[in-house]
């Protein structure tokens, strides 16, 4: 319990609510901005958008919280023993109100012709096929931040783009079937604000679990780690989160990504 104690504790959470509201509010922004269009170029706009936004909000908080962003990413570093209980707890809980502060700005500032608010449903697919979608796309969207994140790891490399392009990829896949959920805390927000929870379990149930496979199959069996389960596991009560790689990168790049993530969420043409 010494861990919530420390100045560092909270700035990490809060790190991961701030992200959190702007990660939603610039994503909600880039899919609600046009209601006339509804061409697939639409769906590259708001797949951009919110893959910038990762992009640039882990440059910008990776030092702090490693920006997780999203339940099912703490999931898969709580399973790989890579933070503990307690700030796993608390980061979940710091999303899942970030998610709904960004929500509830886009909805106060969202244009009066639409009543959109980029809540997730399945489109014209079944729940068990929606869970199929969500869990596989949030399966390589886990295993990408799991390995880039790891310290063993001998290729140099931007992370933050790295995780940004994971997540426009499964935008890229998603959108069609189930408006891509891969993050539980994204769409309860939205969902909260408009009270629509049509197939909610999906956007849990799918990306959770995906999260949990996810940190097995790459501790386990792709890149199985030499200490014994008993001495890794001992992190669950730690302090810190000993093996988060420092995400920095290229600074000229963060701020160009942050500027096209302005840009995708603000135009509206």
């Known amino acids: 319990m010494s861990e919530i104690k420390t100045w560092a504790f909270w700035r990490a959470v809060l790190a991961e609510l701030l992200g959190m509201t702007i990660f939603v509010f610039t994503g909600l922004s880039a899919a609600i901005g046009n209601p006339h269009n509804s061409n697939p170029d639409q769906e590259v706009k708001v797949a951009f958008a919110f893959g910038l936004a990762i992009a640039t909000l882990a440059q910008c908080l990776g030092h702090i919280s490693g920006a997780h962003l999203n339940p099912a990413i703490t999931m ?17 809980i710091a999303q899942m109100l970030g998610a709904m502060a960004g929500s509830g700005i886009v909805y106060g500032i969202r244009p009066e012709n639409t009543d959109s608010l980029g809540v997730n449903k399945l ?49 890229l896949a998603g959108i069609s079937y189930t408006g891509c959920g891969i993050n539980p805390a994204r769409s309860f ?7 629509s ?34 001495e890794r596991a001992k992190i669950l009560c730690s302090v810190t989160d000993k093996r988060r790689r420092d995400v920095t990168g290229s600074a000229p790049l963060a701020i160009g990504l942050s500027v096209g993530l302005g840009h995708f969420a603000a135009v509206s043409g």
């Open 197 to 230: 929870f049509d197939d909610h379990w999906v956007y849990w149930a799918a990306p959770m679990s995906a999260g949990v496979a996810a940190a097995l199959l790459y501790d386990y069996l792709l890149l199985p780690r030499d200490e014994p389960l008993s």
């Open 76 to 92: 898969g570093f709580l399973v790989t023993c890579q933070m503990s209980v307690l700030r796993a707890l608390f980061y979940i």
């Open 189 to 195: 927000g939205p969902a909260l604000i408009q009270e």
């Open 123 to 171: 489109h014209g697919i079944s729940p068990g096929q929606g869970f199929a979608v969500e869990f596989l796309l949030t399966l390589q969207l886990v295993l990408c931040v799991i390995s880039v994140t790891d310290n063993r790891r001998d290729v140099s490399g931007f992370a933050p783009l790295a995780i940004g392009l994971s997540v426009g990829l499964g935008h």
